[in-house]
């Protein structure tokens, strides 16, 4: 790979990042998330991500550019990890160091995530990490697959 991939905390200037990468068309069509208009994104991030201290949330980066973010949040009584990354990192085992370097920071299990059922992508970094599917939910008009990372080990 070559790529030095790591996480960190957010920084403010990491926003503008994360902003552009939710309005990358290809990415949203392969999540199924609409992209949020700037103040609408920006005040989600200051107030339920930043802002919310039971909330994990870092940075990744590649050679020292920001290349995405991976988050985990409470839901009700389980909590869940999503991810978000440029394109141009796409298909290059950024997903997988990232993910495997944020399961050691975030140790909370059992950890769901819940990506739509058409993103193999995403499904596929997930079992990488140790995710195994529960079955599909259903958000909105899409089907997600469920995925549960256990307290045991494999």
Known sequence: MGDEVRIRDVEEADLEVFFAQEHDAEAARRARFPPR???????????NVLGD?????????VDGATA???VS??????RFIGYWFGREYWGRGVGTAALTLFLQRETVRPLYADP??????????LEK???EST???QHGDNEHVMLVLSSEEP
């Open 37 to 47: 208009e700037r103040e609408r994104f920006m005040t989600h991030w200051a107030t």
């Open 53 to 61: 201290p039971t909330v994990l949330a870092q940075t990744v980066t």
């Open 68 to 70: 995405g973010n991976v």
């Open 73 to 78: 949040w409470w839901e009700q009584e389980r």
């Open 116 to 125: 739509f059922v058409g993103n193999t992508g995403s499904v596929r970094l």
């Open 129 to 131: 990490c140790g995710f």
């Open 135 to 137: 079955g599909t939910v």
